[in-house]
């Protein structure tokens, strides 16, 4: 029995670069509650990784996005009004900054990384906002990845506290902008998980294990746990929800 009928809608989920993947999790969900998807995947060399899952999650579209890349993003916008006309909900689960200024202190950090970190991480999803804003004429639901690091000063995690800062407060303004059309826009915050993003943080592993022990239930989040909220939120039994950091940690953002 669907927890949340999708059935009808249609996604579009940016940022799946495995089966371990935030947004593979979130995917999974939005599929077993009957909603089409379209899927990216960020070069040829991630494509090989990318398909099994897209073919596994019955995509009807799987299309190259590379932020970075001039028109691609616009280009998987177009495809999707060519082939649906309409777009009902959107994951953005990409964030990136250069190795050299993620492990470093953040005052150390250099322009370039900065603004990159920005760029991909914070400003793709304004990006994403504004295309699906046609596509979205019956209202619909944005929705973005973050993590506690924004708010409080989480040791190793350094750049990507302030970039998550801003896509945080992005997710507010983008909530009292867009609300008059019925589009509601969320960050999910997950707790600590084992990704492919998430590797590239040093010393990953002892916040993964600080986390469960903290954490008031005493464990760590899955992607299922991710995907099942996520899927909430894409319904409409969400509809009067908005604009919101939505914790899925186990508790570890109240005791953090």
């Known amino acids: 029995m669907a927890l ?30 009957g909603a089409d998807l379209a899927v990216t995947y960020l070069n040829e060399k991630a494509a090989p990784h990318v398909q099994p899952l897209s073919d596994e999650l019955g995509a009807a579209l799987l299309l190259p996005c590379d932020v970075r890349e001039p028109g691609q993003l616009e280009a998987v916008f177009e ?23 993620l492990h470093a202190r953040v005052v150390d950090s250099s322009r370039d990384g900065f603004l990159m970190a920005m760029d991909v991480s914070v400003h793709s999803f304004i990006r994403m906002a504004k295309l ?22 989480v040791e190793h995690y350094n750049l990507m506290g302030p970039v998550k800062a801003a896509l945080e407060a992005v997710t507010r303004y983008l909530a009292a902008e867009l609300g008059p059309q019925g589009i509601r826009v969320h960050s999910l915050s997950p707790g600590p998980l084992k990704t492919r993003a998430a590797s590239g943080i040093d010393r990953f592993d002892e916040l993964l294990a600080r ?24 319904s409409d039994a969400a509809r009067a929800v908005t604009g919101g950091i939505e914790y899925i940690d186990g508790g570890y953002s109240i005791v953090g």
């Open 79 to 101: 495809k999707i009004e060519a082939e649906w006309g309409k777009l009902d909900f959107l994951l953005h689960s990409i964030a990136f900054a250069p190795r050299e200024d």
């Open 211 to 234: 986390a469960a022990e903290r954490a008031p239930m005493r464990n760590q989040v899955t992607i299922e746990d991710v995907g099942a909220y996520a899927a909430f939120l894409a």
């Open 132 to 153: 699906a804003e046609p596509l979205m004429k019956d209202g619909g639901c944005l929705m973005n990845v973050s993590f506690y690091g924004s708010e409080k000063v």
């Open 4 to 33: 949340f009928d999708l059935s009808g809608k249609r996604g579009l989920v940016v940022g799946i670069a495995n089966g371990a993947s935030i947004a593979y999790g979130c995917a999974k969900a939005f599929r077993a509650q």
